[in-house]
């Protein structure tokens, strides 16, 4: 064969300029990723070993590791060993040697089934026959058959912020006191940051009507509060006592049909709406829309007539389910405790006299004295009517509440009567889990009242800012606060008055940074929602989220409750506790 001529090896080349292996923008080579590098780069060293090493900590060395010698192929950053490191890192970021995930729950929603009739027949009833109302019993539960209100409450959970020894504990599960059906539909899901941020200014609101009676208060449960010698037991009285719901009043229906105002709600209710970002506990409310009305109502066996025990404490009671094993001091327990003891507490501190106590207007709207075998307790409704109207708005936007007081009192200067209402805190047991760190009642109630009030107003905000909301909605004079303690820890049958304190209702709302134009504002926000919503005739439900400080807003089917109600209605009375 003869040798191939030069111009022929010539012609035999590749067509490129260049020379050398051809340019390609694969990362592969033969299976193996490689690190890609750009031509104009420096190479000072063609392979580093060391550069990834921790241990190298000097100036001089570390600064050119960082900005001076990025060395393709070494361990410094974007190099080959990053690249070989991605998927080992991706599995070691989904590996845990210890679950530190929350359990979850097999119970799900909780709460206990109510009774909710609410039609436009019972809102027509005639004043003339007189209905027969629910009596609160001692431990807060309910007597007799028309309109039973009470049972148990939610369950218990923390709230608060954890210190720096909590980051590692697993997030409490608690049960939402209603739970929801497929078919309820969602209109608005809040957070209570949205709601902080409202605000609407609001008159003090002007008296419509009053009912009942009241007795004079007590002074001498005032004097030495915490000293030895002030201390008195707490004991059971009898009383007739009373907590109809919205749509069961026949005050507020009778106000109603008259056309006074398009909102219609109790203090109790309508307070636990006005301080709901203050809400650790699962609660609901039932929205009533008939009309161009509103009536903010409670289910049967709702849990806003149970009063909480350290909910909003960093560390709340724990429920027996989740390893508290002292039954007496679980959230259930204590709830019937402290509701128990604010039922029979009003009545210990009054002079109850026939001759001299003061009448309202109109008599008791809901003591029958032909069927009821106790005398009715101390208590004055007052109907008041506050403007929630915008600017904007074309009509003015109208609400009556019914408040409450439980006392009256001579003015010390002026001899004038001054309206107070009575709320009890409890004492169960200052080193038990849940106490929330309060102090001895019994040894510093009378050296350190400030620091035992501070206390309570950071492990119960809640409570205190809805008694205090209650106060100023009814234009009480004063509020009472009772502290009242177990006779010893173990013991939650026998109680013990330590002492009472009085506060101005507004003064202390100033002390617990307690906006009241911010609850209004709360009230109207929910209630536009309600009139937005084309049907006539519905019923709607608020739920707190037990676990989250959200609160949701359902449209529910008009029946919903109706079946429980119907059940419970044949219930027998419930008797009441010996204290």
Known sequence: MAPASLLDLIEALPATDGWGPPTTTDTMLNGVPYAPFSKGDKLGRMADWTAGDKS?????????????????????????????????????????????????????????????????????????????????????????????????????????????????????????SVQPKDSWRMLEEIDFNRLSKLNLDTGEGEDLDDYGFLHYYDRAFDKQPGAATSVKKLTNLDRAAYNVTTSADPVIQELAEKDEATIFATDNILSMLMCAPRSVYSWDLVMLKQGNKVFIDKREGSN???????????????????GNKDQINSPGALKEEATHINNVFPTQVVIESDSNKLDMSNEHPFYNAAEETDPPASKAYKYRRFDLSLEVDENPLYL??????????????????????????????????????????????ASQRGAVVATEMKNNSCKLARWTTQSILAKADQMKLGFI????PKNTSD???????????????TQMNLNLNNGWAIVRTFVDMVLREKEEDAKYVLVKDPNKPTIRLYQVPRDTFEEEEDEGVGMSVVGEDEE
């Open 56 to 176: 190298d900590r000097g100036g001089r060395q570390q600064y050119q590791q960082r900005y001076r010698d990025q060395i393709y192929g070494a361990g410094g950053p974007g190099g080959l060993q990053s690249i070989f490191n991605v998927e080992g890192q991706n599995e070691e970021g989904s590996f845990s040697l210890v679950d530190r995930s929350a359990p979850t729950r097999g119970r799900g929603f909780g709460g206990r089934g109510g009774a909710f009739v609410r039609g436009r027949g019972q809102r027509g009833q005639q004043r003339g026959g007189r209905a027969t109302f629910t009596r609160v019993d001692g431990r807060g539960g309910q007597r007799g058959g028309y309109d039973p209100r009470g049972g148990r409450g939610g369950r218990g959970g923390r709230g608060g912020r954890g210190g720096w020894r909590d980051y590692d504990k697993p997030q409490r599960n608690r049960e939402a």
């Open 304 to 322: 806003l007539d149970m009063v909480t025990v350290n909910e909003n404490a960093a560390d709340a009671p724990l429920e027996i389910s989740e």
């Open 400 to 445: 009556i509440v019914r408040t409450e007081l439980d006392a009256v009192v001579k003015n010390n200067i002026s001899g004038e009567d001054q309206f107070l209402t009575i709320k009890a805190l409890n004492e169960f047991d200052n080193k038990a889990q849940g106490s929330g760190g309060a102090l001895d009642w019994r040894t510093k109630l």
């Open 485 to 488: 303690s177990r006779l010893t």
């Open 495 to 509: 109680h013990v008055v330590l002492g009472v304190l009085g506060y101005k209702p507004r003064e202390f709302a």
